[in-house]
């Protein structure tokens, strides 16, 4: 059974149709990558998973449990937790606060910030002491993950990790989210535009047009033969 199961999820901006009738499973284990040109709703399907945006028709269920009414604080402590585009860390608290303020979402009423995420990303352990804005874009969305994954999620979602993020980082943000995936089976849904990075990655893909899946797949069939015609612009 998918960890993550969305079925004919459909969501609206006034009378624009911005993600329409999608079907998507992330199971534990595997990172399902979203693809489309901007502006095809990938950062709303996001939102609408999360419960940040209300879906106008379908459903969201995580590990057998139907989220589809449930509010995003509900679907935190159901175990949905999302790395946004922007990264929208709190520039004037200090790495250790921008982490301990995800702990109001487990379930499991932990209180302290595990040690071994932390250990994640050696770069945040040398600066919990050091503002969220001083920090640079690479470690910044480092924050971002970690934060997300202080709430214990099951589902882990990231809206364009690699956004403005030197090549370096990108490629430890590529094998953090690989360790995490089949260390910590978590099912890992993630919006990218980076060809090469999805095909290293990735265990799924799909990719959407006009708030529509125009193709899926496996990441391991991926070339731009045959999916450039839905990502070229």
Sequence with gaps: MSMLDVRSLSTRYGAVVAVDGVDLSAQAGRITCVMGRNG???TSLMRT???QIKAHAGTVTVDGHDLSTAPAHARAMAGVSLVPQGR???PKLTVAENLAVALSARSDGLRKVPDDLIDLFPILRQFLKRMGGDLSGGQ??????????????KVLLLDEPTEGIQPNIIEDIGSILRRLAKERQLAIVLVEQYFDFVQRIGDDFLI???GRVVA???CADLS??????????
């Design 88 to 90: 929208e860390i709190f």
């Design 216 to 218: 899926r797949g496996n």
């Design 140 to 153: 910044q969305q480092q924050l971002a993950i970690a934060r997300a994954l202080v709430t214990n999620p």
């Design 49 to 51: 998973i999360m419960g």
């Design 208 to 210: 959407l047009d006009r």
């Design 224 to 233: 731009m033969d045959n999916v450039g015609k839905h990502l070229s612009v």
């Design 40 to 42: 095809t709703g990938k």
